[in-house]
Nanobody, 125 residues
Framework: QVQLVESGGGLVQAGGSLRLSCAASGRTFSSSPMGWFRQAPGKEREFVAAISRGGGSTDYADSLKGRFTISKDNTKNTMYLQMNNLKPEDTAVYYC??????????????????WGQGTQVTVSS
């Protein structure tokens, strides 16, 4: 099993940047694909980005390519989401997720077994 804790959320003005971190513990961290999802009030949880177990492969929601960058440092047991040029529509609770075992990266919530509690990102206009 793994435990995930997100941090780095907060209030930022439109056009600003923010970096989220996901601290992970557990033996499956280095071997499991991971991803970021977000959920705004009244909306379904949506895919943001995913990364392979070794960090060599990534996937992004089409609308976020070029603004968001996912990365992973297995030596620190931490995954990151660098968010640039933030827009009010990016306001949401951002969740870190991980698969429990070997698998391909995925943009579907059902593919993930472990979830953090989320961190709030608010972008003001």
């Amino acid at each position: 099993q793994v435990q995930l804790v997100e941090s780095g959320g907060g209030l930022v003005q439109a056009g600003g940047s923010l970096r989220l971190s996901c601290a992970a513990s557990g033996r499956t961290f280095s071997s499991s694909p991971m991803g970021w999802f977000r959920q705004a009030p009244g909306k379904e949880r949506e895919f943001v980005a995913a990364i392979s177990r070794g960090g060599g492969s990534t996937d992004y929601a089409d609308s976020l390519k070029g603004r968001f960058t996912i990365s992973k440092d297995n030596t620190k047991n931490t995954m990151y989401l660098q968010m640039n040029n933030l827009k009010p529509e990016d306001t949401a609770v951002y969740y870190c997720a991980a698969r429990k075992s070997l698998g391909v990266i995925s943009r579907y919530t059902g593919s993930y077994d472990y979830w953090g509690q989320g961190t709030q990102v608010t972008v003001s206009s």
